[in-house]
Every structure is written in structure tokens, then in C-alpha cells.
T-cell receptor, first 114, second 113 residues
Framework: GNSVTQMEGPVTLSEEAFLTINCTYT??????LFWYVQYPGEGLQLLLK?????DKGSNKGFEATYRKETTSFHLEKGSVQVSDSAVYFC?????????????FGRGTSLIVHP | EADIYQTPRYLVIGTGKKITLECSQT?????MYWYQQDPGMELHLIHY???????EKGDLSSESTVSRIRTEHFPLTLESARPSHTSQYLC????????????FGPGTRLTVL
């Protein structure tokens, strides 16, 4: 079956530091890959996505590149802000059980200090 | 901006009560989902639907049931709530396409005493 593995948190950084959150996946087909973000007290929202190999998703200064050869989709940001403090979920969508069922990682909490 | 709504946002009830968590979306999406989110933030898929009159069980065994009589509405019902049902419940919807971006509601935080 499909699976997503992301680094455990919490990740604690100072403002303006560089961020990397690692994500690797296992899929039987050719999945679409996503990063979602969850702010306190809210549901998840899409941060970025990529649908084929070597695609780079980007949004709000965050980037992730779909690497088929290493089955990875690592999230990066050059300079984090306090407002980026949230939980980040890596996810994939792949054909399984006859439909596109999403698979989520366990989430990585990011804490950014001023 | 996604238009998916959940009510109530917070609910505290006693053991044995029957409850229904409401979820509605105005985007015309075929697919809808219910997730249970544990305190460690991990998401567990408990039910999903491909469209009207379609419901499937997810990966997490659940004592809840769902119905899909209208495209926009996907309520989740607990016939007899127990303390083990205490959790955050998230509803989501998506189009029936490969790229399948999910749109989430704000969640219902349920506490069963």
C-alpha cells in the first residue's frame, strides 16, 4: 500500500532561518504530491502541490520538488517567519482500491521564535 | 477560498448520547471525506464518499456512520458516544480528478464525558 514518511517534530527555528522538512513516499502508481498546512484551531489547507516528476510546487516562499528517483518531496523555505508556525503535512494521491485515496504523513510541527 | 463548513465547532456531551456532526460544501465536489485527528496531529480516514448514495469505510475502524443523500451534505453520526470518541473531526471534499486537492473544513472538537 501507499505510505508517506515525514520527519518528526517539533522543528524549532529562529526567525529568518532556513527550513527543510523531509518527506519520502511509497506508491504503487504515479502519485500527485502535496504539502498541506494546519494553523492552530483550523483545518488543513493546501500549501503547494506537484503532479509529475521534476515539477516544483511553490507558494508563500515555500518550495518542494517532486523527485521520482529518490521518491521524495522535501519542503523548503529560505527565511521563516513567526507566522509560519503551524503543522505541515506531506500527502500523496494515488490510484488505490479503484479510486484516488489520499495518504497523509503524520505531520511535522514547526515553531518559529522571534 | 474554499467553502466547506462544519458544525458545531465544539461539542461536549455525556456518554451514551447520539450526535450528528454536520459537514456541507458549496463547491459541487463529488468526493467527501471524514478524518479523525488524534492529539499527535495524525489524520485517520474514517469514511469517504464518491458521490450521492456512495459511502465507504476508511482505514480506521469507527463506530460512526455516514450518509450522502445530497452532493453538498455529508453528516457523520455516532449512535452512542463514548469517551474514546473524544477527538477532532475534520471533513474534506475534492473533485474527482487525479490531482485531487482536498479542501478541509475548520473541524469539530468533540469531548465525551
Amino acid at each position: 500500500g501507499n505510505s508517506v514518511t515525514q520527519m518528526e517534530g517539533p522543528v524549532t527555528l529562529s526567525e529568518e532561518a532556513f527550513l527543510t522538512i523531509n518527506c519520502t513516499y511509497t506508491a504503487t502508481g504515479y502519485p500527485s504530491l502535496f504539502w498541506y498546512v494546519q494553523y492552530p484551531g483550523e483545518g488543513l489547507q493546501l500549501l503547494l502541490k506537484a503532479t509529475k516528476a521534476d515539477d516544483k510546487g511553490s507558494n508563500k516562499g515555500f518550495e518542494a520538488t517532486y523527485r521520482k528517483e529518490t521518491t521524495s518531496f522535501h519542503l523548503e523555505k529560505g527565511s521563516v517567519q513567526v507566522s509560519d508556525s503551524a503543522v505541515y503535512f506531506c500527502a500523496l494521491s494515488d490510484l488505490e482500491r479503484g479510486s484516488y485515496i489520499p495518504t497523509f504523513g503524520r505531520g511535522t510541527s514547526l515553531i518559529v521564535h522571534p | 477560498e474554499a467553502d466547506i463548513y462544519q458544525t458545531p465547532r465544539y461539542l461536549v456531551i455525556g456518554t451514551g448520547k447520539k450526535i450528528t456532526l454536520e459537514c456541507s460544501q458549496t463547491m459541487g465536489h463529488d468526493k467527501m471525506y471524514w478524518y479523525q485527528q488524534d492529539p499527535g496531529m495524525e489524520l485517520h480516514l474514517i469514511h469517504y464518499s464518491y458521490g450521492v448514495n456512495s459511502t465507504e469505510k476508511g482505514d480506521l475502524s469507527s463506530e460512526s456512520t455516514v450518509s450522502r443523500i445530497r452532493t453538498e451534505h455529508f453528516p457523520l453520526t455516532l449512535e452512542s458516544a463514548r469517551p474514546s470518541h473524544t477527538s477532532q473531526y475534520l471533513c474534506a471534499s475534492s473533485e474527482r480528478v487525479v490531482t485531487d486537492t482536498q479542501y478541509f473544513g475548520p473541524g469539530t472538537r468533540l469531548t465525551v464525558l
